[in-house]
């Protein structure tokens, strides 16, 4: 029997705000950091907010999102020693991914960068 990862029942709302921090810490801002999320998700601001308000945990919150970003596939590099694109598990791939996104923007990477454009 494998378990899970931690993180896939993770709540998004409890790592959102570290996001968020690293995001700012650098001169980002939480707009950029929602704009992020929104474009790799499809969510709009109000279903962002919901699945916070809600404590969705990370495997649901992708699961339910409404519309996975296909130019999501073109990130690439390392995030933790680990080459994204070279996750095989779906659900941690796409944690992955956001985790890679938000490195981007605390580095300063261009948001037209950041989101594939």
């Known amino acids: 029997m494998t378990t899970k990862h931690r993180i896939f029942t993770t709540s998004v709302a409890a790592v959102y705000p570290h ?19 929104r474009w790799l998700t499809g969510y709009n601001q109000r279903q962002l907010l919901g699945q916070l308000k809600k404590e969705k945990d990370f495997e649901t ?27 095989q598990d779906p659900t941690m791939r796409e944690i992955r991914y956001l985790d890679k996104l938000i490195d981007e923007l605390a580095k300063g990477k261009d948001m037209n960068k950041i989101l594939r454009s």
């Open 61 to 87: 919150f992708f699961k339910e999102a409404p519309q996975p970003n296909p130019a999501r596939t073109l990130i690439k590099g390392l995030i933790c020693g680990i080459r994204v694109e070279d996750i």
């Open 19 to 37: 996001y968020v921090a690293k995001a700012e810490k650098k001169g980002r801002t939480k707009a950029e950091v929602d704009a992020i999320i």
